[in-house]
């Protein structure tokens, strides 16, 4: 089985080739403040490292978010064109799996956090086990930034996320922790490739501020 595994939930993307079970190319390359798109390049790289071209691939396996609403466009389209090009099945894992399940993240529960500016957090809980295999127990929601530390309390939760806070585990999402999602994904199945979208969390700024001024809904499209 050949996975490549695509994540742009943060400022910072993320793209590997996993075969068998095992990673065998991996690339991160910045997402913000930046002229030129990196991710689609980055994919390219891990392939070429791998010796492997899109049509060895057997699946592809997206970070669905929630998190930064650009990047996720970008991982999102990258992964449904070559999903489309390649005739392949693409999954969606929510990426806040994809901080729980990364490497030398040890056992135990995890309120895994992102920051959803506005003074607010996407949450979400997760189990990891001693093999590394992580489970979803509970699915994103935003919450005042401030109460993560008490939510994570609530459940007996290290928090983990990518920002640096007081008795936090700092670590982003790695789309190698692909390989220790392998229940979630035989459970969700395929998307619907022509429909999917990533779960952006929340709406753009600049959707949120045309709204605000036309007082309607964004047309679609």
């Known amino acids: 089985m050949i996975t ?8 910072e993307g993320d793209a590997c080739v996993i ?17 030129d798109e990196r991710l689609m390049p980055a994919v390219a790289d891990v392939l070429d490292e791998a010796g492997l071209t899109t049509d060895a ?32 099945p693409l999954f969606s894992v929510p990426s806040m799996a994809l901080i729980v399940g990364g490497p030398d993240v040890p056992e135990g529960r995890y309120l895994a ?15 990891r086990d001693a093999s590394g295999r992580t489970d979803e ?19 007996g939760a290290h928090v983990i996320s990518p920002t640096r806070s007081p008795n936090s585990i700092v670590a982003r999402p790695r789309a190698s922790a692909v390989v220790h999602l392998e229940r979630m994904l035989a459970a969700r ?17 600049a959707q949120v501020r045309w709204e605000s001024t036309h007082g309607k809904p964004l047309p679609a499209g």
């Open 189 to 205: 199945g395929p998307v619907d490739v022509a429909s999917w979208e990533p779960s952006y969390g929340r709406l753009a700024e």
């Open 4 to 11: 490549l595994a695509i994540d742009a939930s943060t400022y």
């Open 137 to 155: 127990l509970e699915p994103a929601r935003i919450v005042h930034a401030e109460e993560v530390a008490h939510i994570a309390e609530s459940y």
């Open 113 to 127: 956090a992102i920051d959803a500016l506005r003074g607010e957090c996407y949450v979400s809980l997760y189990d």
């Open 57 to 88: 691939i057997d699946r592809i396996v997206c970070g669905a978010g929630p998190g930064s609403f650009t990047s996720l466009r970008i991982a999102g389209a990258i992964a449904k064109g070559i999903a489309t090009g390649a005739h392949r």
């Open 19 to 35: 075969v068998d079970g095992r990673v065998v190319a991996e690339s991160a390359v910045a997402m913000k403040g930046l002229h």
